[in-house]
Nanobody, 120 residues
């Protein structure tokens, strides 16, 4: 079993910043891609950012220049630094990881989500 636990969400004013963290644990041999998705009430789920094991990152167009994804492979942790937050960023943010377990099977895992609310 592999578990992902997110933290760092909260309520922030427009223009503010938050940093989300996600730690993977369990029967992990290695982790390939890690990333963040989000979903707001009544809207479709969308992928926000993805980072490869080597550190190459891709972003949703609406967050480019404001969000930065990073990872610490030794700690099995992925981060999302969110700056210049706007109300449209309000959503439940989910962490995901593509994990090869100790039996050498590769599976995608998702966390439980952490709420980010941007409001004045």
């Amino acid at each position: 079993q592999v578990q992902l636990v997110e933290s760092g969400g909260g309520l922030v004013q427009p223009g503010g910043s938050l940093r989300l963290s996600c730690v993977a644990s369990g029967s992990i041999f290695r982790i390939n891609d890690m990333g963040w998705g989000r979903q707001a009430p009544g809207k479709k789920r969308e992928l926000v950012a993805v980072i490869s094991s080597g550190g190459n990152a891709n972003y949703l167009d609406s967050v480019k220049g404001r969000f930065t994804i990073s990872r610490d492979n030794r700690k099995n942790t992925v981060y999302l630094q969110m700056n210049i937050l706007i109300p449209e960023d309000t959503a439940l943010y989910y962490c995901y990881s593509e994990v090869t377990n100790t039996a050498r099977a590769t599976t995608s895992y998702w966390g439980q989500g952490t709420q980010v609310t941007v409001s004045s």
